[in-house]
């Protein structure tokens, strides 16, 4: 088992753009994919929180994520082929952000086409939260980060804040509350 660090903001790894992954079967690969699956279910058993992990966040620029689904699910060099116009807003949180929750605006329904581990070609349709998730760790392989998305006047609420108003069962923050920081108006 091989538990890394999470980068921080701050790293210049997460500003980068990460490499296309030419051969999803190579040994290097399936090493960065091992310690990403390592790494996320580390993170969940210590904080209870955890659905995705981008590569550069353990310090690989390679364009590989890990979500946490039912069974292992990698995607090899994701890219989005189809936004619905519809939107939402959300509070979003992040392993290389710890401390802070940013409200931004993702797409309701994406469609991602991607590669598995065998080199084998996917396309798939994603709403609601697996599409803000999906937008969110993306967005980590261009370096690009919750905070560049921030929305409206006050789109920052630190975590110890949340938690205070809605408890451990959402920390994660995704859900709407009827508490919010403030107001931010969305369109």
């Given at each position: 088992?091989?538990?890394h660090?999470?980068?921080?903001?701050?790293?210049p790894i997460?500003?980068?753009r990460?490499e296309?992954?030419?051969n999803?079967?190579?040994?290097?690969?399936?090493?960065?994919?091992?310690?990403l699956?390592?790494?996320?279910?580390?993170?969940?058993?210590r904080?209870?929180?955890?659905?995705?992990?981008?590569?550069?966040?353990?310090?690989?620029?390679?364009?590989?994520?890990?979500i946490e689904k039912?069974?292992?699910?990698?995607?090899?060099?994701?890219?989005?082929?189809?936004?619905?116009a519809?939107?939402?807003?959300?509070?979003?949180?992040?392993?290389?952000?710890?401390?802070?929750?940013?409200?931004?605006?993702?797409?309701?329904?994406?469609?991602?086409?991607?590669?598995?581990?065998?080199?084998?070609?996917?396309?798939?349709?994603?709403?609601?939260?697996m599409?803000e998730?999906l937008?969110?760790?993306?967005?980590?392989?261009?370096?690009?980060?919750?905070?560049?998305?921030?929305?409206?006047?006050d789109?920052f609420?630190?975590r110890?804040?949340w938690?205070?108003?809605?408890?451990?069962?959402?920390?994660?923050?995704?859900k709407?509350?009827?508490?919010?920081?403030?107001?931010?108006?969305?369109?």
């Open positions: 088992m091989t538990v660090r999470v980068r921080l903001l701050g790293d997460l500003r980068t990460c296309a992954i030419k999803p079967r190579s040994a290097a690969v399936r090493l960065v994919a091992d310690g699956q390592d790494t996320l279910r580390d993170l969940k058993a904080r209870g929180i955890g659905r995705g992990l981008a590569a550069p966040q353990i310090g690989a620029p390679i364009r590989l994520i890990y039912d069974e292992p699910w990698f995607l090899v060099n994701p890219e989005i082929v189809d936004v619905d519809q939107d939402f807003s959300v509070w979003d949180d992040c392993f290389s952000v710890p401390d802070l929750l940013v409200r931004v605006v993702r797409a309701y329904r994406v469609t991602v086409r991607y590669q598995d581990l065998q080199g084998k070609s996917h396309e798939m349709t994603a709403e609601k939260d599409a998730l937008q969110h760790e993306i967005d980590h392989l261009d370096g690009v980060l919750m905070l560049d998305r921030a929305i409206g006047l789109p609420c630190y110890e804040e938690n205070k108003h809605h408890g451990a069962e959402r920390r994660y923050g995704k709407e509350a009827r508490w919010a920081p403030k107001q931010v108006p969305v369109g």
